[in-house]
């Protein structure tokens, strides 16, 4: 159980362009769900959080209007990228957790990510 | 910023060697979770520590959390070729903000 599917797996895009990355929980409900960037060789920055129903909590530094956050439903949240620059190429993880009584001790659970080249 | 520091960075070990990675968080957190991260994967989680002092073992991993709850660690006995991946830490802050920071990982090789 706890299955969290993310797709695309990658995506090649040139610069200038948009691209929509898509997690959803596939057996369970997901309250938060949370957006990874992961740069190689190194650990997962949050960038932000994200909650059903309400607007994402971006991390300092973040810019929110690039990288447009919704959490439409309690399965499914988007990332976008909007007008991508090479310097976006990076991997993208969503994880998202059990919607549980004490939610904040669930463990993540991951999706494969998503590997984005810019060119 | 809460910040969670990991050493060592990496790791090289011949199989059938013990080895440690070590998590130091700036703050007191509620809750450490360990996640391996495969090469070319994702984060998988192992186990999660919420009270202070805890120890959890999982056949050859065992997992520590510091009395301060600021620190923890995790050690494999008799590493084997299936242990190579990356180990991140991930501490919940105290507080109740449900926002988990990931540790700067230690990635692990074992050389057979």
């Known amino acids: 159980g706890a299955v969290v599917s993310q797709h695309p797996s990658w995506v090649i895009c040139k610069s200038g362009t948009s691209v929509k990355i898509e997690c959803r929980s596939l057996d369970f409900q997901a309250t938060t769900m949370f957006w990874y960037r992961q740069f190689p060789k190194q650990s997962l920055m949050l960038m932000a959080t994200?909650?059903?129903?309400?607007?994402?909590?971006?991390e300092q530094g973040v810019e929110k209007d690039k990288f447009l956050i919704n959490h439409a439903s309690l399965t499914l949240s988007t990332l976008t990228v909007t007008s991508a620059h090479p310097e976006d190429s990076s991997f993208y993880i969503c994880s998202a957790r059990v919607r549980t009584g004490s939610s904040y001790n669930s463990p993540l659970h991951f999706g494969n990510g998503t590997r984005l080249t810019v060119t | 910023g809460q910040q969670v520091m990991q050493i060592p960075q990496y790791q090289h070990v011949q199989e059938g060697e013990d080895f440690t990675t070590y998590c130091n968080s700036s703050?007191?957190?509620?809750?450490i979770q360990w996640y391996k991260q495969r090469p070319g994967g994702h984060p998988v989680f192992l186990i999660q520590?919420?009270?202070?002092?805890e120890v959890k073992k999982q056949k050859r991993l065992t997992f520590q959390f510091g009395e301060a709850k600021k620190n923890s660690s995790l050690h494999i006995t008799a590493t084997q070729t299936t242990d190579v991946g990356t180990y991140f830490c991930?501490?919940?802050?105290?507080?109740?903000?449900?926002?988990?920071?990931f540790g700067t990982g230690t990635k692990l090789q074992v050389i057979p």
């Open positions: 520590l919420v009270k202070s002092g």
């Open positions: 994200s909650n059903e129903g309400s607007k994402a909590t971006y």
């Open positions: 703050t007191t957190l509620s809750n």
């Open positions: 991930a501490g919940l802050a105290s507080g109740g903000y449900q926002k988990v920071t």
